[in-house]
Each structure stands twice: as structure tokens, then as C-alpha cells.
């Protein structure tokens, strides 16, 4: 009896993921079902609470819940590094930092993000979000206008440039642990703690 409450509750929540619920949607969902069958334990219906086997799902945790000073931080420490390297590796790590504050788009959005998805002249970007839906993001004239240079800085260095806005030593795109490794070395330097754009959901 017992494996099959947990069967339905999972089956449940994924239903509900499929809707379009979000993690944090459905953490709330499955918390409100452990607090019935606590209540059901209590009232000696059940031995136990079936709901408790189920996990959370990991909730997206974007660079935005840092405060302002944090963000000035980071924001200086990479300007400096630009200007002092002067390199594509020290831009284009400035620039993920300053889309991602921008527009507060997820680590499998910046790394996939391509410059087709880029309107400069209706200032904002498209991205598949969550479920694979193409969003439509508005960027403010400063973003649009970095961007621009930055992409003019990719033709100059790669000669021609990759289809992605943010890619490798080998000019391919860059991958999640890339991205990952990017903002591990930026936690160690600016003695942030938890310093990450988004994390994976655990499966139900």
C-alpha cells in the first residue's frame, strides 16, 4: 500500500511538472501532501508518511539574489580584469555575468544562447525556457549595446564567429561544467558562498 501512495504522489508532481509547474510550484504541492499524511499518521490511519520517500525537486537559484553591493563586486572585479587582460576569456566572462544580472536567464539558456536569438534593433532575446517554450526577453539599450561590441570583439579575435554567443578555447560552444567552473573561480574571489546561476532538479 505504502509503495503504491508514493507511486501516485510521484506520478502526481511529474503531471504537474508536465503542466508547467515550476520546482518551487511543486515543492510547495508536496509539502502541502506531507502535511496530510502527517496528519493521517497522527490520526493512526497510517503507519507512516509515504510522501516522505518522495524528493524535492532543486529549485533554480539565479545570480539576481545576491545583493546590490555583491553585484557591484563582481561587476568591478570583471570590468578590471578586462581592462587589465584585454583577453576574449576575461570579456566574455564579464559579459555572462552582465547578461545573466540582465535578464536573469538560466545556465541552460546562457550557454545556448546563440547570436539568432539576439534583436539588437528590438532590444531583447529569445531563449527556450522551462518545458521548451521560447521566451521572449526585453534588454535595456546598455545590454544590447555591450553585446554589440562584444560581438564585434568575437569577429575580430575568432575571425569568424560561432553561431553561440559564449563558447570555448576552440571557439565550440561552452558547456555547464565550463559555465560552472567560471562562477566556482568567481565565488573563490569574491568569498561568495553558494555562488551559482541555476542547479539541476533532482528527477521525482
Not at 528590438?122 to 521560447?134: H, L, P, Y
Request: proline share 0%; net charge positive; with cysteine.
Amino acid at each position: 500500500m505504502k509503495t503504491s501512495l508514493i507511486v501516485h504522489i510521484r506520478q502526481h508532481l511529474l503531471e504537474c511538472q508536465e503542466r508547467g509547474n515550476k520546482a518551487g510550484t511543486i515543492n510547495t504541492k508536496l509539502l502541502r501532501i506531507r502535511a496530510f499524511f502527517n496528519y493521517m499518521v497522527e490520526c493512526e490511519a497510517i503507519k507512516s508518511n509515504p510522501a516522505k520517500r518522495v524528493k524535492k525537486q532543486k529549485e533554480d537559484v539565479k545570480i539576481d539574489v545576491f545583493s546590490d553591493d555583491q553585484i557591484r563586486q563582481m561587476l568591478s572585479y570583471y570590468r578590471r580584469i578586462k581592462q587589465r587582460e584585454k583577453s576574449y576569456f576575461a570579456y566574455r566572462d564579464y559579459m555572462m555575468i552582465v547578461t545573466i544580472l540582465g535578464t536573469g536567464i538560466r545556465r541552460g539558456e546562457i550557454i545556448n544562447l546563440q547570436w539568432s536569438d539576439v534583436d539588437f534593433v528590438n532590444q531583447n532575446i529569445s531563449v527556450f525556457g522551462k518545458n521548451r517554450r521560447r521566451e521572449t526577453l526585453l534588454i535595456t539599450e546598455k545590454l544590447a549595446k555591450e553585446l554589440a561590441g562584444y560581438q564585434t570583439f568575437c569577429k575580430q579575435h575568432w575571425g569568424e564567429v560561432s553561431e553561440f554567443v559564449f563558447v570555448k578555447r576552440d571557439n565550440t560552444q561552452l558547456t555547464e561544467n565550463a559555465l560552472m567552473l567560471i562562477f566556482r573561480h568567481l565565488g573563490q574571489k569574491m568569498n561568495f558562498k553558494d555562488v551559482r546561476v541555476s542547479a539541476h532538479h533532482e528527477t521525482l
